[in-house]
């Protein structure tokens, strides 16, 4: 028993770091928690937890912003991403643990690389660039757990700001996180660690809040950046280690 919720206390913990920055700094939940998600926990349901609350969670954030989604704008992103979620799926249930450990830590790695520098891409402009971003999107977010930052390289290119966006993202989110989970099913958890991991998502939000009148757009994300990137090289890592 002591030993099923210390291990719950652990999930409930990335989880609650990963809402707070999330809360903080408009994105990171799936940046920050999902390689240690992967590393703590059989990298499928890790995956699939990441899912389950990053969906919760844009749901908590769409409450007060759900009037500035730009539907237009989110369909081709949508349901582009919904045709690749079951391909997604269907690599992530098929890799060896130590080749999807490896290959979603390059993964999260080079996205954030990508957002980091501000990466202009001509292929994701205009409506044919929503559809690339969303496709991309939709495979990362169903086997790595990490769709963020394909829409956000989408919407550097769109020259949207940091208010069109996170809304927006939420939205995003929201969906194709319920499809992902739809499609591969819940995570396979005990009852303490669904506890706890709500708990985190509670208390994240709280923290985020908090930290979120406190500090700086910019510097919040550079901070969550340099999370993710430490947090996807060391998933790399542990997986080449396992070969």
């Known amino acids: 028993m002591t030993d099923s919720w210390t291990a719950a206390a652990v999930l409930g913990a990335i989880v609650l770091v990963g809402s707070s920055v999330?809360?903080?700094?408009?994105i990171g939940f799936a940046l920050v928690s999902a390689p240690a998600l992967v590393m703590v926990l059989p990298p499928a349901d890790g995956v699939a937890l990441c899912n389950c609350a990053a969906g919760v969670i844009s749901a908590i954030g769409l409450v007060t912003a759900w009037r500035?989604?730009?539907l237009g704008a989110m369909l081709p992103?949508?349901?582009a991403a919904t045709a690749t979620v079951p391909l997604g799926a269907w690599v992530a249930g098929r890799l060896p643990p130590p080749v999807l450990l490896a290959s979603m830590g390059v993964l999260v790695s080079a996205a954030v690389l990508l957002v980091m520098c501000g990466t202009r891409v001509p292929a994701l402009r205009g409506r044919g660039g929503a559809f690339t971003a969303g496709a991309a999107s939709g495979f990362m977010n169903a086997s790595a757990g990490v769709g963020g930052p394909a829409i956000s390289l989408y919407a550097v290119n769109a020259g949207w700001t940091v208010r069109e966006f996170v809304p927006n993202a939420q939205f995003y989110g929201l969906l194709v996180n319920l499809f992902s989970v739809a499609v591969k099913g819940p995570p396979h958890l005990a009852a303490p660690a669904w506890l706890l991991s709500g708990a985190g998502i509670a208390a994240g939000?709280?923290?985020g809040r908090?930290?979120?009148a406190r500090t700086p757009e910019g510097p919040a994300r550079r901070i969550v950046l340099l999370l993710a990137l430490g947090g996807?090289?060391?998933?790399?890592l542990k997986g080449l280690s396992q070969f």
Do not use: E, K, Y
């Open 22 to 26: 999330q809360r903080m700094a408009g």
């Open 68 to 70: 500035r989604i730009r």
């Open 77 to 79: 992103l949508v349901l």
């Open 205 to 207: 939000s709280v923290v």
């Open 210 to 212: 908090f930290l979120a």
């Open 232 to 236: 996807g090289l060391a998933t790399a």
